[in-house]
């Protein structure tokens, strides 16, 4: 028999068909296939409209990539999750693609997805300093010198815990 396919729409119109067992990844669009029951008719649509359709192209990318993977232990200690080269070579992408893409697997409800996007934000932050961290990522300031100073101790204190 025929894998069953789901249609996703990006909010800016694309529509991407795909096998079900591929987006079965997403709890997002589990869900709405069980609400909806999607599954039975095969010109229903999935609207997804927190994601356009290049950074869609990239998650489904992945989630093919990824479709036989066994299920993540839910085990926040235990980090399971080993980048594999494909994964490397996946998120090396300028950050804006790469907010967009935790934005998209967060939206999604893809659990390796984030977990790989975010440890490419990470690798990103890794070994520089707040100021250079703050000029790659526009952000504000919003500690006075006195506040840094305070919340620097606070974290020593705690690292030394």
Same mark, same amino acid.
């Given at each position: 028999s ?8 990006s909010s800016?119109g694309?529509i991407?068909?795909?096998d079900?067992?591929?987006? =079965?990844?997403?709890? &997002? *669009?589990?869900? /709405? ?6 599954e039975?008719? +095969? %010109?229903?649509?999935v609207?997804?409209? =927190?994601?356009?359709? &290049? *950074?869609?192209? /990239? ?8 479709? +036989? %993977?066994?299920?993540p232990?839910?085990?926040q ?13 996946f ?18 409800d893809?659990q ?27 952000i ?7 506040e840094?100073?305070q ?11």
């Amino acid at each position: 028999s025929k894998m069953p396919v789901v249609k996703l729409q990006s909010s800016d119109g694309e529509i991407f068909t795909v096998d079900v067992e591929v987006v =079965k990844c997403s709890c &997002t *669009i589990k869900a /709405m296939l069980e609400t909806c029951c999607v599954e039975d008719d +095969d %010109d229903a649509i999935v609207p997804l409209s =927190k994601v356009n359709s &290049t *950074i869609l192209d /990239m998650v489904l990318v992945w989630a093919h990539y990824h479709k +036989d %993977d066994p299920e993540p232990i839910d085990d926040q200690d235990n980090d399971y999750y080993d980048m594999t080269l494909w994964d490397a070579d996946f998120i090396n992408v300028n950050k804006e693609t790469l907010y967009e893409l935790i934005n998209a697997a967060n939206y999604l409800d893809i659990q390796g997805l984030l977990e790989l996007t975010c440890k490419g934000l990470a690798n990103m932050i890794k070994g520089r300093t707040p100021d250079e961290v703050r000029r790659a990522f526009n952000i504000k300031k919003d500690f006075s010198p006195e506040e840094e100073e305070q919340e620097r101790k606070e974290n020593a204190r705690m690292r030394d815990m």
